[in-house]
């Protein structure tokens, strides 16, 4: 059974940093892309970074970028995002994502709060 596990969030005060993990069970993560979205209430689910199954190439939408960085340890079947430098803004649900054979995986998603 696939699935996906959220984890590291919290509240940070703007300029902080956090680790969010995504650990990945019932397939092997490093053969699939993983990617990290992010949704504010009322708001569309924002695709922010991902990292590629093929050779680790990794992608970054231009409001990260510079700020966060995409990673994966296959020992542990786990994706992380290190967000550094964190804004107001940055304040959402983070999920990750895994396309599997067509098919949408989701985790239920971790809250980041940044607010002094």
């Known amino acids: 059974q696939v699935q996906l596990v959220e984890s590291g969030g919290g509240l940070v005060q703007p300029g902080g940093s956090l680790r969010l993990s995504c650990a990945a069970s019932?397939?092997?993560?490093?053969?699939?892309?993983i990617g990290w979205f992010r949704q504010a209430p009322g708001k569309e689910r924002e695709g922010i970074s991902c990292?590629?199954?093929?050779?680790?190439?990794?992608y970054y939408t231009e409001s990260v970028k510079g700020r966060f960085i995409i990673s994966r340890d296959n020992a542990k079947n786990t994706v992380y995002l290190q967000m550094n430098s964190l804004k107001p803004e940055d304040t959402d649900v983070y999920y990750c994502?895994?396309?599997?054979?067509?098919?949408?995986?989701w985790g239920k998603g971790t809250l980041v709060t940044v607010s002094s």
């Open positions: 994502n895994a396309n599997i054979d067509g098919v949408n995986y």
């Open positions: 019932g397939f092997t993560l490093d053969r699939y892309a």
């Open positions: 990292i590629s199954s093929s050779d680790g190439s990794t």
